[in-house]
Nanobody
């Protein structure tokens, strides 16, 4: 089991940027960011595997970038051009190496059931 601690959330105006961090207590294979607003299901935002392959939700492609510093066991999410609909509690997750494929195109999973360890979350607020 890996302990995860998120940081970097806050309040920004639409169009602004935030960088989230997630410190893991040990080595991880797949890591991901999920988000959730009250009354809605948890949504996968971005994932990355130990080889650096990435997967993004369509709603954040071109605006968010997921990265990982393996030496520091730290996951990041750079969020640019933030929109009010990006406001949510953001969670870091870690799990085994699992990929999903569409034909020959494979990428790390972004299904919450594929992740075993979760952080407590960090709140992101975006004002219009």
């Amino acid at each position: 089991q890996v302990q995860l601690m998120e940081s970097g959330g806050g309040s920004v105006q639409a169009g602004g940027s935030l960088r989230l961090s997630c410190q893991a207590s040990g080595y991880t294979f797949n890591m991901a960011w999920f988000r959730q607003v009250p009354g809605k299901e948890r949504e996968g935002v971005a994932s990355i595997d130990s080889n650096g392959n990435r997967n993004y939700a369509d709603s954040v492609k071109g605006r968010f970038t997921i990265s990982k510093d393996n030496a520091k066991n730290t996951l990041y999410l750079q969020m640019n051009s933030l929109k009010p609909e990006d406001a949510a509690m953001y969670y870091c997750a870690a799990g085994p190496h699992r990929i999903i494929c569409s034909g020959s195109y494979c990428r790390p999973t972004l299904i919450d059931g594929d992740f075993d360890d979760w952080g407590q979350g960090t709140q992101v607020t975006v004002s219009s």
